[in-house]
């Protein structure tokens, strides 16, 4: 199995802060990197697919970027409404596996 | 608009058997990949299985952790995914998430339903 570990499992940020989360495969996985964002007792949401290419209705605020078995999640400008925990999940190969996700919290 | 509903969660005794049922709206279902995704109270995403389209004739794929024991289904005319679960045990706790896939190269998770809680407990 691929295993994903994402860094750092939290950090704590101020509105306006560029953040990067970042996610690391144990073997490569062809740029095949989704990143998901989840509020507190919601569903989690599509944010990223195919390392870089932004969901429908996905603000630009947020990008990826990566290649081979290193990836990255940047928020430019953080806002209130983006404390949230982010999950990445590699789609390369089965079984489909998710890293451990990052909660961004405020300071 | 794209719609993913869940039901059929509930408190179930270990060892027990369970149906959850997805009822998906806005999208032609049978062109799509379908998942199963969980997630463990508090803790993070786990993948359950897949449910290719109809052009791959709806194979399945499943974790390791569930292999044997959970079975995906759907119909199509009833626009609807399952999940039949059996041999339940307490760490199957968790809300199970529907998830549709679309495509650009490879399957991609674009569209989560709300989810549905199972808790296994005696």
């Known amino acids: 199995d691929i295993q994903m570990t994402q860094s750092p499992s939290s950090l704590s940020a101020s509105v306006g802060d560029r953040v990067t989360i970042t996610c690391r495969a144990s073997?490569?996985?062809?740029?095949?990197l989704a990143w998901f964002q989840q509020k507190p007792g919601r569903a989690p949401k599509s944010l990223i697919y195919?390392?870089?290419s932004l969901q429908s209705g996905v603000p630009s605020k947020f990008s990826g970027s990566g290649s081979g078995t290193d990836f990255t999640l940047t928020i430019s400008s953080l806002q209130p409404e983006d404390f949230a925990t982010y999950y990445c999940?590699?789609?390369?190969?089965?079984?489909?596996?998710f890293g451990g996700g990052t909660k961004v919290e405020i300071k | 608009e794209v719609q993913l509903v869940e039901s059929g969660g509930g408190v179930v005794q270990p060892g027990g058997s369970l149906r959850l049922s997805c009822a998906a709206s806005g999208f032609t279902f049978s062109d799509h990949y379908m998942d199963w995704v969980r997630q463990a109270p508090g803790k993070g995403l786990e993948w359950v299985g897949r449910?290719?389209?109809?052009?791959?004739?709806?194979?399945?794929e499943y974790a390791a952790s569930v292999k044997g024991r959970f079975a995906i289904s759907g119909d199509e005319s009833k626009n609807s995914l399952y999940l039949q679960m059996s041999g339940l045990k307490t760490e199957d706790t968790a809300i199970y998430y529907c998830v549709r896939l679309a495509y650009s190269s490879g399957w991609y998770v674009d569209y989560w339903g709300q989810g549905t809680l199972v808790t296994v407990s005696s």
């Open positions: 195919a390392t870089s």
């Open positions: 999940q590699q789609y390369n190969s089965y079984p489909l596996t």
């Open positions: 073997q490569g996985i062809n740029n095949y």
């Open positions: 449910m290719r389209n109809k052009a791959n004739s709806y194979t399945k």
